[in-house]
């Protein structure tokens, strides 16, 4: 009984970590007042990198710090369609959740002649405390240090009021484009952690379905937790368990078929998204454009 906690325990952590990445990027980009639709595919080419780059290199650091890199330059074509050109936020999210898996399989295929990198991935990030995989600890950091941010120093408070009122920003010396810039981007470097930390630390292989669906849990996750990186925090650890119930009970243990198994974290996110979404309050400015003069 007692082995069985501990192993949904670590599953769990070990599930929830590319989520709480994929989240953290969503609550900032969201909190400047930007809707980040395209963390799938931020993460997604960011599994890609990181995997590649930790082959190449054959050190799973450099690819982690890859797979972020690679996650932030998807992030700029997004903040350039949404804060330069005004485009709609959730239409260009979505065609990044394209054109991120279609850059992922089509390097693939040109580097490693496959559409997978299966036994190609170095060694897995290393584990701390015996079982626990590194990047839940460094999740747990970014979690702190990002509510640290956000709520405790002048840059988050103008990150805040961007989100809230970007005129009233405005007219106090705040520049509401480069404020949504610096947001977006980092938000696609979190995301594309959240990819490569899969890779690297969940499966340690580059698949198409590597990131099936993470970044859209990850979204509800942000809407789950009310915008706040701790709230957001607490949602991917549900989400991450819910996961991990579907893969140790489908190890045999109960005759039930793997689709059901397999279906439960979707479908986790779904009633949460119906029982909360209406009694959750995004930034007033979330998702809107701002042209300067307007009120």
């Given amino acids: 009984m007692?082995?069985?906690?501990?192993?949904?325990?670590?599953?769990t952590l070990m599930y929830s970590a590319p989520l709480v990445f994929g989240a953290m990027g969503g609550v900032?980009?969201?909190?400047?007042?930007?809707i980040n639709v395209g963390i799938e595919g931020m993460m997604t080419f960011g599994a890609?990198?990181?995997?590649?780059?930790g082959f190449y290199s054959q050190n799973p650091w450099f690819g982690l710090l890859a797979g972020g890199l690679a996650g932030a330059l998807l992030a700029i074509l997004h903040a350039i369609a949404c804060v330069t050109f005004k485009a709609d936020q959730t239409i260009s999210g979505m065609a990044l959740n394209f054109i991120g898996p279609g850059l992922a399989l089509f390097l693939c295929r040109l580097f490693f002649n496959d559409m997978t990198m299966t036994d190609r991935v170095p060694n897995k990030l290393p584990k701390v405390f015996g079982s626990v995989d590194i990047t839940v600890l460094i999740a747990l950091l970014v979690t702190i240090l990002l509510w640290f941010f956000l709520y405790k120093t002048k840059f988050g408070l103008r990150i805040r009021s961007v989100g809230e009122n970007p005129a009233a920003a405005d007219t106090l010396g705040i520049n509401v484009s480069k404020v949504r810039y610096a947001s977006v981007i980092m938000s696609g470097l979190l995301a594309g952690l959240g990819g490569s930390s899969m890779t690297l630390a969940v499966i340690s292989q580059f698949t198409p379905t590597a990131i099936s669906g993470q970044g859209f849990i990850a979204l509800a996750a942000v809407i789950f937790g009310k915008w706040t990186p701790h709230g957001a925090y607490g949602a991917c650890l549900l989400f991450a368990f819910a996961q991990a119930l579907a893969v140790i009970l489908g190890g045999g243990k109960i005759d039930v078929p793997s689709e059901i198994l397999n279906m439960l974290p979707y479908v986790l996110t779904i009633i949460v998204l119906v029982l909360f979404?209406?009694?959750s309050m995004a930034p007033k400015a979330n998702g809107k454009p701002y042209r300067k003069g307007t009120r």
């Fill in 277 to 279: 979404v209406g009694k």
């Fill in 28 to 34: 900032l980009s969201e909190c400047s007042g930007v």
């Fill in 48 to 53: 890609f990198v990181g995997a590649g780059v």
């Fill in 2 to 11: 007692l082995n069985s906690i501990i192993s949904i325990i670590n599953t």
